[in-house]
């Protein structure tokens, strides 16, 4: 069950891959092959994209960050991190234009600082990926 306290995230310093800045279209991927230890992957469908490595990709619903540098369509197998999720198979799309993720806000976790008559403060907390 996922929570009410669930958000859209990314990191806003990777919303492109670092050899394409801009605002040109990205192509989306397709997964191809998931190498036997389960943190490489081979990806189609990006012909001309150069991607290095702490670039981040969504593959299915997860957002991974790259190991290891990829081009060409198909890529070579190259790494990522963390390991892929369960679930994750061949045929899946890869985005890597705003690459997100969703997650959850960890129990507990939320504080704030607000002054009331002002209305400014700070809010932290922290969250893990959502499945």
């Known amino acids: 069950m996922i929570s009410q306290m669930t958000f859209t995230a990314w990191q806003s310093s990777r919303c492109r891959p670092m ?16 190498g036997a230890d389960n943190k490489s992957v081979r990806v189609s469908g990006l012909a001309g994209m150069q991607l290095s490595i702490g670039d981040m990709i969504r ?8 190991q290891e540098l990829a081009s ?12 892929l999720w369960p679930g ?3 045929g899946q799309a890869v985005s890597i234009s705003k690459p997100w993720c969703l997650m959850t806000i960890d129990p507990g976790s939320l504080s704030a600082s607000a002054d009331a008559r002002t209305g400014r403060g700070s809010v932290s907390f922290s969250a893990t990926e959502a499945r």
């Open 88 to 90: 994750t198979a061949a």
């Open 59 to 66: 593959i299915g619903s997860g957002l991974y960050r790259l």
């Open 19 to 34: 050899r394409h800045p801009g605002k040109a279209a990205l192509p989306n991927g397709s997964l191809t092959t998931i």
């Open 72 to 83: 060409g369509s198909p890529t070579a197998l190259f790494e990522i991190m963390p390991h």
